[in-house]
């Protein structure tokens, strides 16, 4: 393969890669930055919504209202956990609001392991077999499930810059994110913009399951762990507190974890993951707030 | 205050649960240890409920030297430290007589000294390591054969059958069995003329392999054939239908692990042209009257058929261990183990069990299945002519 | 002062009858529990080692360490390629460059070697990473965690990678375990009462004020880390020479989130609160496995639900972290002064000794 076509097809399979890295990252970059909670759960949130849209496959509902059920089935999960694990620990130092979301994160997998059972399942029930193509061209092949992820990516990740900026609860959670005292002495209604931003979140992990489930093919409790540490990953590199961050840093992540791969001798393959916390902890160390992250740190 | 009273009343409970597993008089109690949940639970749970039909069979026919047998199961969690756990209370609390279990190499490890040292024979139904029997020592019998053999048998195919003298080597690092597996592999491969051009490697929960897929697709000539030693039939279907979806046809080469519905379930039309080394072929229409019988029996017990061979199995194991007490006749654990050490021609639903003077590994063919429009089809039976040290 | 010539005395004797009653529990276990409730003690000894070394760190100095288990493994491992026979060397590792084949240690050099080895990695690392707080320094030393598990699986010659490591000598005892365990907690309780620990818990509950008043913030932290990588390497070490066979997977995610467990459920900064809570969750932990065969209470059958205890532990550790944050014990300690205490609960000096908060002028 020349040269130029096997840098186009590692380019392709990194750009889809980091579309979806980038949906579960969005999500996570939303509830952080208005409660600088990082959601453990986020993850099961994405397992969740997979194992619905499952369910629901046997009832014969169409493909476009059974996404429809199946983000709302998430937003709403993610709001109950706010409401129940979060609140009451609002405002505790971050190594409590961890441990919360850790604790949630490891109750909603056992209750799944226990009540599904903890082998994996086939997804391809639930994917339409018109996704099931491979488009090829000038020799680089794409498949239609990652067209689709990374529009959605794209169209997602603008639709919700207009919401944060053009819409009343998107400013306001703006606002809170930016200053929480000031955003309550201003108003706003603290306890409805957070379940909001929990709502938007935990759908966006309805969507990035689904399409991480249909990329692989198959679903299972614990299958939230690794998007998870992905995202959190990509978070970090790119700038927790910003959605634009955490794309930036998921295409940075998925770039990084196909070029190593792709353009070092195959015995380091192994190693991807060891130079990737490198990356990451060198960007912890150099700028800690990430790559777009504000450069100040912590003042009295 | 609250807090206390919950905590209490959980260990109130425990305690009464605990306790009430008191042994039935006059039975022969029979430990099992698979891990029912954790990473090896789609292998274990099949298997589990194999050798629990096994007992329930045997227990209705009468059960064995005129006593019921009580199958004491225990999950391990695929967790070395609970299944040491599990191995220490069958061994040392409820005194089993003997114990069946396990479809990976690491819990067999975890369990095997305990009972080693206990002097309890430990019968693993679906672990695949040959160098178990060594590392644990006496008491420790495989049921089904060793990697070594079913990589010989891999390469043997690979190169007799699928005239296949090129190959793409690509295995899971963070597993033992895909490491011994692809060591055996390359070995006999060798052996046969065999050039493996491009080795290549993933870990344990990647999900995506594009860039190693690439990286096969620049390879100029391609390899002849994709040898793939994944651990579960899960990663086996997610990973050949990434292969496929990069336009690669050629055939993929796999062991045991792929063994499962979900190689089909997740694979899906990319599961074409995929074949895989195992114990047997759950076929329900061409296999013989000990495969049917065994199907429709898992049928009626589970309400489905039986997810892989290794449901086959735990059968097996169960009815071989009661074979060999039969033929101990006492439950004595040391004459059990030196009847089991004896088993010559021994019939399973996976093939027959002889195991030789000094060995602790049977002899067994081994089923090579296709996979051909999404059904599981049988490939070939084949015994290998020359087997990798293990 | 007056208080201080007659504290002395009454703070020994609560530690001499502790260490007196932990004698006794020993002895009792060894002359008369069944094999299966031996390894039960054996296992909970090592659990309790590593929350309590844990707690030195994440509790007392509010470092929330993710990768800790990480130094479990490198004390499990160097521990055990050391004291491995020559025999099953050359077996199991035959690619060992050659001045390590031909070495066979016993057990307290060995173990001491991989804490040491633990030690300077904990140096190493901390000194980058102690600078970061809150959530930054939990990410970077998850990634610590991560890093030393793809060591492992990669440099096969000294670990066997992803394969299990098997053949280690059966050397742990109970009195290993339980001597070691004594030691943890007198070194621990020693840094937190000292200057050392009160500039940690002053670091832990404001940083910006504790660096005001000139607490050196990275030396502290460094200092709690480096000890607690230490003790938490012999633990792995004790526990690698328990199960005798082990893998890189044994010291990943699982086991991180189950010190993480009992050192919640006790409360981070009381050392009595992280044996309580390793005591109650490994009790609970075995008997709830037990309950998952299914229970007959009479004429009533509850059929078998594996993964009960995993749920049950789950919950447990929900109701903890959302309702009681701090946990069983949260900052206090048990007051051993005031149970031993002759003369009652009445003196002020048996209230403070009792108390064991280390802010009270004592010293």
Same mark, same amino acid.
């Given at each position: 393969?020349?040269?130029?076509?096997?840098?186009?097809?590692?380019?392709?399979?990194?750009?889809?890669?980091?579309?979806?890295?980038?949906?579960?990252?969005?999500?996570?970059?939303?509830?952080?930055?208005?409660?600088?909670?990082?959601?453990?759960?986020?993850?099961?949130?994405?397992?969740?919504?997979?194992?619905?849209?499952?369910?629901?496959?046997?009832?014969?509902?169409?493909?476009?209202?059974?996404?429809?059920?199946?983000?709302?089935?998430?937003?709403?999960?993610?709001?109950?956990?706010?409401?129940?694990?979060?609140?009451?620990?609002?405002?505790?130092?971050?190594?409590?609001?961890?441990?919360?979301?850790?604790?949630?994160?490891?109750?909603?997998?056992?209750?799944?392991?226990?009540?599904?059972?903890?082998?994996?399942?086939?997804?391809?029930?639930?994917?339409?077999?018109?996704?099931?193509?491979?488009?090829?061209?000038?020799?680089?092949?794409?498949?239609?499930?990652?067209?689709?992820?990374?529009?959605?990516?794209?169209?997602?990740?603008?639709?919700?810059?207009?919401?944060?900026?053009?819409?009343?609860?998107?400013?306001?959670?703006?606002?809170?994110?930016?200053?929480?005292?000031?955003?309550?002495?201003?108003?706003?209604?603290?306890?409805?913009?957070?379940?909001?931003?929990?709502?938007?979140?935990?759908?966006?992990?309805?969507?990035?399951?689904?399409?991480?489930?249909?990329?692989?093919?198959?679903?299972?409790?614990?299958?939230?762990?690794?998007?998870?540490?992905?995202?959190?990953?990509?978070?970090?590199?790119?700038?927790?507190?910003?959605?634009?961050?955490?794309?930036?840093?998921?295409?940075?992540?998925?770039?990084?974890?196909?070029?190593?791969?792709?353009?070092?001798?195959?015995?380091?393959?192994?190693?991807?993951?060891?130079?990737?916390?490198?990356?990451?902890?060198?960007?912890?160390?150099?700028?800690?707030?990430?790559?777009?992250?504000?450069?100040?740190?912590?003042?009295? | 205050?609250?807090?206390?009273?919950?905590?209490?009343?959980?260990?109130?409970?425990?305690?009464?649960?605990?306790?009430?597993?008191?042994?039935?008089?006059?039975?022969?109690?029979?430990?099992?240890?698979?891990?029912?949940?954790?990473?090896?639970?789609?292998?274990?749970?099949?298997?589990?409920?194999?050798?629990?039909?096994?007992?329930?069979?045997?227990?209705?026919?009468?059960?064995?030297?005129?006593?019921?047998?009580?199958?004491?199961?225990?999950?391990?969690?695929?967790?070395?430290?609970?299944?040491?756990? @599990?191995?220490?209370?069958?061994?040392?609390?409820?005194?089993?007589?003997? @114990?069946?279990?396990?479809?990976?190499?690491?819990?067999?490890?975890?369990?095997?000294?305990?009972?080693?040292?206990?002097?309890?024979?430990?019968?693993?139904?679906?672990? #695949?390591?040959?160098?178990?029997?060594?590392?644990?020592?006496?008491?420790?019998?495989? *049921?089904?054969?060793?990697?070594?053999?079913?990589?010989?048998?891999?390469?043997?195919?690979?190169?007799?059958?699928?005239?296949?003298?090129?190959?793409?080597?690509?295995?899971?690092?963070?597993?033992?069995?895909?490491?011994?597996?692809?060591?055996?592999?390359?070995?006999?491969?060798?052996?046969?003329?065999?050039?493996?051009?491009?080795?290549?490697?993933?870990?344990?929960?990647? #999900?995506?392999?594009?860039?190693?897929?690439?990286?096969?697709?620049?390879?100029?000539?391609?390899?002849?054939?994709?040898?793939?030693?994944?651990?579960?039939?899960?990663?086996?279907?997610?990973?050949?239908?990434?292969?496929?979806?990069?336009? @690669?046809?050629?055939?993929?080469?796999?062991?045991?692990?792929?063994?499962?519905?979900?190689?089909?379930?997740?694979?899906?039309?990319?599961?074409?042209?995929?074949?895989?080394?195992?114990?047997?072929?759950?076929?329900?229409?061409?296999?013989?009257?000990?495969?049917?019988?065994?199907?429709?029996?898992?049928?009626? *017990?589970?309400?489905?058929?039986?997810?892989?061979?290794?449901?086959?199995?735990?059968?097996?194991?169960?009815?071989?261990?009661?074979?060999?007490?039969?033929?101990?006749?006492?439950?004595?654990?040391?004459?059990?183990?030196?009847?089991?050490?004896?088993?010559?021609?021994?019939?399973?639903?996976?093939?027959?069990?002889?195991?030789?003077?000094?060995?602790?590994?049977?002899?067994?063919?081994?089923? @090579?299945?296709?996979?051909?429009?999404?059904?599981?089809?049988?490939?070939?039976?084949?015994?290998?002519?020359?087997?990798?040290?293990? | 002062?007056?208080?201080?010539?007659?504290?002395?005395?009454?703070?020994?004797?609560?530690?001499?009858?502790?260490?007196?009653?932990?004698?006794?529990?020993?002895?009792?276990?060894?002359?008369?529990?069944?094999?299966?409730?031996?390894?039960?003690?054996?296992?909970?000894?090592?659990?309790?080692?590593?929350?309590?070394?844990?707690?030195?760190?994440?509790?007392?100095?509010?470092?929330?360490?993710?990768?800790?288990?990480?130094?479990?493994?490198?004390?499990?491992?160097?521990?055990?390629?050391?004291?491995?026979?020559?025999?099953?060397?050359?077996?199991?590792?035959?690619?060992?460059?050659?001045?390590?084949?031909?070495?066979?240690?016993?057990?307290?050099?060995?173990?001491?070697?991989?804490?040491?080895?633990?030690?300077?990695?904990?140096?190493?690392?901390?000194?980058?990473?102690?600078?970061?707080?809150?959530?930054?320094?939990?990410?970077?030393?998850?990634?610590?965690?991560?890093?030393?598990?793809?060591?492992?699986?990669? &440099?096969?010659?000294?670990?066997?990678?992803?394969?299990?490591?098997?053949?280690?000598?059966?050397?742990?005892?109970? &009195? $290993?375990?339980?001597?070691?365990?004594?030691?943890?907690?007198?070194?621990? $309780?020693?840094?937190?009462?000292?200057?050392?620990?009160?500039?940690?818990?002053?670091?832990?509950?404001?940083?910006?004020?504790?660096?005001?008043?000139?607490?050196?913030?990275?030396?502290?932290?460094?200092?709690?880390?480096?000890?607690?990588?230490?003790?938490?390497?012999?633990?792995?070490?004790? $526990?690698?020479?328990?199960?005798?066979?082990?893998?890189?997977?044994?010291?990943?995610?699982?086991?991180?989130?189950?010190?993480?467990?009992?050192?919640?459920?006790?409360?981070?900064?009381?050392?009595?609160?992280?044996?309580?809570?390793?005591?109650?969750?490994?009790?609970?932990?075995?008997?709830?496995?037990?309950?998952?065969?299914?229970?007959?209470?009479?004429?009533?059958?509850?059929?078998?639900?594996?993964?009960?205890?995993?749920?049950?532990?789950?919950?447990?550790?929900?109701?903890?972290?959302?309702?009681?944050?701090?946990?069983?014990?949260?900052?206090?300690?048990?007051? &051993?002064?005031?149970?031993?205490?002759?003369?009652?609960?009445?003196?002020?000096?048996?209230?403070?000794?009792?108390?064991?908060?280390?802010?009270?002028?004592?010293?």
């Amino acid at each position: 393969m020349p040269i130029l076509q096997y840098l186009a097809q590692q380019t392709i399979n990194a750009l889809s890669l980091g579309s979806i890295y980038a949906l579960v990252a969005i999500g996570l970059a939303m509830v952080f930055g208005i409660l600088r909670l990082i959601n453990f759960a986020h993850g099961d949130l994405m397992m969740v919504a997979c194992y619905a849209a499952f369910f629901l496959v046997s009832t014969g509902i169409g493909f476009m209202p059974l996404i429809v059920v199946t983000l709302f089935a998430a937003a709403l999960l993610g709001m109950l956990t706010e409401r129940v694990a979060y609140r009451p620990v609002r405002g505790a130092p971050d190594v409590v609001m961890l441990l919360t979301s850790l604790a949630v994160s490891i109750f909603i997998e056992n209750v799944f392991i226990m009540v599904v059972s903890p082998v994996p399942r086939s997804f391809r029930s639930v994917t339409p077999a018109s996704l099931d193509s491979v488009h090829v061209w000038a020799g680089v092949s794409i498949s239609t499930i990652n067209i689709l992820t990374v529009g959605v990516t794209a169209a997602l990740f603008v639709l919700l810059l207009l919401f944060v900026t053009r819409t009343r609860v998107g400013v306001a959670m703006r606002a809170v994110s930016e200053d929480l005292l000031g955003a309550k002495l201003v108003g706003i209604n603290l306890n409805r913009v957070i379940l909001a931003a929990f709502a938007v979140g935990s759908a966006m992990a309805g969507v990035a399951g689904i399409l991480w489930a249909a990329r692989l093919g198959k679903i299972d409790p614990l299958m939230g762990f690794i998007p998870l540490l992905k995202a959190f990953v990509a978070a970090v590199i790119g700038g927790f507190g910003s959605l634009g961050g955490a794309v930036l840093g998921a295409y940075v992540l998925g770039f990084a974890e196909i070029f190593i791969i792709g353009f070092l001798p195959p015995e380091l393959s192994s190693y991807r993951d060891a130079f990737v916390f490198l990356l990451l902890i060198f960007v912890l160390l150099v700028r800690p707030n990430g790559i777009l992250g504000s450069t100040e740190r912590e003042k009295v | 205050m609250k807090r206390s009273v919950i905590f209490a009343l959980v260990l109130i409970t425990a305690l009464v649960a605990g306790s009430a597993s008191l042994a039935a008089a006059d039975t022969i109690k029979i430990g099992g240890t698979y891990n029912l949940t954790g990473d090896m639970a789609s292998l274990d749970v099949p298997a589990a409920n194999g050798s629990k039909l096994a007992v329930k069979q045997i227990n209705a026919a009468g059960g064995v030297l005129g006593r019921q047998i009580q199958f004491v199961l225990y999950d391990g969690k695929t967790d070395s430290a609970t299944n040491g756990n @599990i191995a220490t209370q069958l061994v040392n609390s409820d005194k089993v007589v003997a @114990i069946v279990g396990n479809t990976d190499s690491d819990s067999a490890l975890a369990i095997g000294p305990i009972a080693q040292a206990a002097g309890i024979p430990y019968l693993t139904a679906g672990a #695949t390591s040959p160098q178990l029997p060594s590392q644990v020592g006496d008491e420790m019998f495989l *049921e089904p054969f060793g990697d070594n053999v079913q990589a010989a048998a891999g390469a043997e195919f690979a190169v007799n059958t699928l005239k296949g003298k090129t190959a793409w080597l690509f295995w899971d690092k963070g597993a033992e069995y895909t490491t011994l597996l692809s060591k055996y592999f390359k070995a006999r491969y060798a052996e046969l003329g065999g050039k493996i051009v491009l080795e290549d490697t993933y870990t344990q929960g990647d #999900t995506d392999f594009s860039a190693q897929i690439t990286r096969l697709k620049a390879m100029t000539p391609q390899p002849a054939i994709l040898y793939v030693a994944a651990l579960q039939a899960s990663d086996a279907g997610a990973i050949a239908k990434q292969i496929r979806d990069a336009s @690669i046809t050629l055939p993929m080469v796999g062991g045991d692990g792929y063994d499962g519905p979900e190689l089909v379930g997740v694979g899906g039309k990319g599961a074409e042209n995929v074949f895989f080394s195992t114990h047997s072929l759950m076929d329900a229409k061409n296999g013989d009257a000990k495969m049917k019988s065994f199907i429709a029996a898992y049928n009626k *017990e589970y309400g489905h058929d039986p997810e892989s061979a290794f449901a086959a199995l735990g059968y097996d194991a169960v009815y071989l261990m009661a074979d060999a007490i039969k033929r101990a006749g006492s439950v004595s654990s040391k004459a059990i183990r030196d009847a089991l050490a004896a088993t010559k021609g021994f019939l399973g639903v996976t093939g027959a069990v002889t195991y030789q003077p000094g060995q602790r590994i049977p002899q067994k063919t081994v089923t @090579i299945v296709a996979i051909k429009n999404g059904v599981y089809t049988l490939g070939a039976l084949v015994v290998p002519q020359k087997v990798p040290a293990p | 002062m007056k208080a201080q010539a007659s504290s002395r005395p009454l703070r020994l004797l609560p530690s001499l009858t502790l260490l007196a009653l932990l004698l006794a529990f020993v002895l009792l276990v060894n002359a008369s529990a069944s094999p299966y409730i031996a390894r039960i003690v054996v296992l909970t000894g090592i659990s309790i080692i590593l929350v309590v070394s844990l707690n030195l760190s994440n509790g007392f100095t509010g470092v929330f360490s993710l990768g800790h288990v990480g130094f479990m493994a490198i004390g499990a491992y160097v521990s055990s390629i050391l004291t491995l026979t020559l025999e099953t060397k050359a077996q199991n590792l035959p690619d060992l460059p050659g001045w390590l084949a031909h070495v066979q240690m016993g057990f307290l050099p060995a173990m001491l070697i991989g804490g040491l080895v633990a030690a300077v990695i904990a140096v190493l690392i901390g000194i980058p990473l102690m600078r970061l707080s809150g959530h930054y320094v939990s990410v970077a030393t998850l990634g610590f965690l991560v890093i030393v598990r793809i060591v492992l699986v990669n &440099w096969t010659r000294f670990t066997r990678g992803a394969r299990t490591f098997s053949g280690v000598p059966a050397y742990t005892t109970i &009195w $290993w375990v339980y001597g070691w365990l004594a030691i943890t907690i007198y070194t621990v $309780w020693r840094i937190v009462h000292s200057p050392y620990g009160r500039a940690m818990l002053a670091v832990r509950e404001n940083e910006i004020a504790a660096q005001a008043v000139g607490v050196n913030v990275l030396r502290s932290r460094i200092l709690a880390f480096v000890v607690s990588g230490f003790l938490t390497a012999i633990a792995g070490a004790l $526990w690698a020479h328990k199960v005798t066979s082990f893998s890189p997977g044994s010291f990943y995610f699982t086991q991180t989130f189950n010190i993480i467990i009992m050192l919640v459920v006790g409360g981070m900064g009381s050392i009595s609160g992280s044996v309580l809570g390793t005591v109650l969750v490994t009790l609970l932990s075995e008997l709830l496995r037990n309950a998952e065969l299914g229970i007959h209470i009479g004429p009533v059958q509850i059929p078998p639900l594996y993964g009960l205890a995993q749920i049950i532990l789950a919950v447990a550790f929900v109701l903890v972290v959302v309702f009681s944050r701090k946990g069983l014990m949260g900052d206090r300690e048990i007051d &051993w002064g005031r149970l031993v205490s002759f003369r009652g609960k009445g003196t002020a000096e048996g209230r403070n000794e009792g108390q064991g908060r280390p802010d009270q002028p004592q010293d």
